[in-house]
C-alpha cells in the first residue's frame, strides 16, 4: 500500500512538472549585427553585464540573444566567435544560456560565398605553416588551376598563373576554409546554432519570417537550415539563400527590392507590413519580432505599436553606427546605446549593405572570381 502511495506521489509530480509552463525569463539581453568588430562587441557584453574583465560569462541567468552576422567585413570575426562558443559553455553553469542565430553572413561562410571575407579574418588563420600549406596545395592542383586561369586568359603563363593565384589566396584562408566546412569547428558549429527561437512571446530571428514561412513551425525552419548548412546548399531556392528566407528577408522593413541578396526579390506580397507582421506573430503565438540584417545607424528602433524591434545599429567600425543593445526586462523593452570605442565611424563607414559585388567568389582551389 505504501509502495503504490509513493508511486502515486511520483506521477502527481510528473504530471505537474510536465504540464506546468515554462518559468518566465527574468532578463534577455539581445545583440545585433557585429560583423568582426571585437572591441564594440565586448564594450557591449561588458556594459550589459554580460562578462567579466577575462571575457568570461558574468551574467548569471540572463539568456544572450546574438542574432547573427558575427562575422564578415571587419577583421576580428575569429576573437568575437571565440567569446560566443566559450560563453556558451560558461552561462548555463550560472543559470544563463547563449543562443547564437544564423545569420546570412554565416550561412555565406560556410557554403564558401566569401565576397565579404576580411583580410583581417583570413590572417587570424594564419599559423607558421600556412605558406607551405598553400604551396601543396598549389601543386596537388595545378592543372585544375591554370586550366581555370586560362579559360579567363589563354596567353597566361604558368609563373603568371601561379602569383595570380597565391595573391587571390592569401595566408590563412585555407585554414579559414577548412574552418567554416560543415564538418570544420565553426561550420559544425554554425549548422548547430538555431536559425529563429521563440522566448516569452518574443520571437528572434536574423532577418524576419515573412509570410512566405509562417506555415512551417520554428524546429521545421531550423531543422532545414541545419540540413541546407551541411549541404552547403548553394541554390537560390535553398531557405539559406532565399531572399523571403528568415536570413534574408527585409519584408518587414521594407518593401524594395534587397540589393545585398543572392537574387532578386520576386514579387512583393499584396498584404501590408502591418497584416504581414500580425500574421506572423499570431502564427507562432508570439507578441513582438526581434531581427537584425538590415541597418538602421540612428539606433535601435521599435515600431508597429512595439511588435518590430530592430537591433542591426551598424555597430562594426564599417557601418560606424551606434553600438546597441537590446535589454527585455521582465517583458519591458529597454533598448540602450554603448559608446563607442573608437570614438565613432571609420573611414570607409557604410549607411547600407548595398555594395553587394554580386560574384561569387572561388575557393582556395579553382577559377578566379569574377
Known sequence: MAKRWRLGLMAAALLATVGAAPAPVHRIVAVGDLHGDFAEWRAIATAAGLIDAKGDWAGGDTVLVQTGDVVDRGPDSLDILTDLMRMQKQAPKAGGRVITLVGNHEAMNVTDDLRYVSAGDYAAFATKDSAALRDRLYEANKSEIEAAYRRKDPAMTPDAIR?????????????????????????????????????????????????????????????????????????????????????????????????????????????????????????????????????????????????????????????????????????RLVPHAVPRTQGGGSDNAHASKDDDDRGRVAGAVGAPGG
Not at 590563412?172 to 570544420?184: D, K, L, N, S
Not at 554554425?190 to 528572434?204: E, Q, R, S
Not at 520554428?218 to 531556392?237: E, F, H, M, S, T
Open 163 to 331: 602569383q595570380a593565384w597565391i595573391a587571390a589566396t592569401p595566408l590563412g584562408m585555407i585554414e579559414h576554409q577548412q574552418a567554416w566546412h560543415p564538418e570544420g569547428r565553426i561550420g559544425r558549429w554554425v549548422a548547430n546554432n538555431p536559425a529563429v527561437v521563440l522566448i516569452d512571446g518574443t520571437l528572434f530571428v536574423h532577418g524576419g519570417i515573412g509570410a512566405a514561412y509562417d506555415q512551417l513551425p520554428i524546429d521545421q525552419i531550423n531543422r532545414k537550415v541545419d540540413d541546407a548548412l551541411r549541404a552547403r546548399d548553394q541554390a537560390d531556392g535553398a531557405i539559406i539563400n532565399d531572399p523571403l528566407g528568415p536570413l534574408w528577408y527585409r519584408g518587414l522593413v521594407s518593401r524594395d527590392a534587397d540589393p545585398d541578396a543572392p537574387k532578386p526579390l520576386p514579387g512583393a506580397p499584396q498584404i501590408s507590413i502591418d497584416q504581414e507582421l500580425d500574421q506572423v506573430l499570431a502564427a507562432y503565438g508570439a507578441k513582438r519580432m526581434v531581427i537584425a540584417h538590415t541597418p538602421n545607424l540612428a539606433g535601435i528602433t521599435v515600431t508597429h505599436d512595439g511588435k518590430l524591434i530592430r537591433i542591426d545599429t551598424g555597430i562594426s567600425a564599417y557601418y560606424g553606427g551606434v553600438p546597441s543593445y537590446l535589454e527585455i526586462l521582465d517583458g
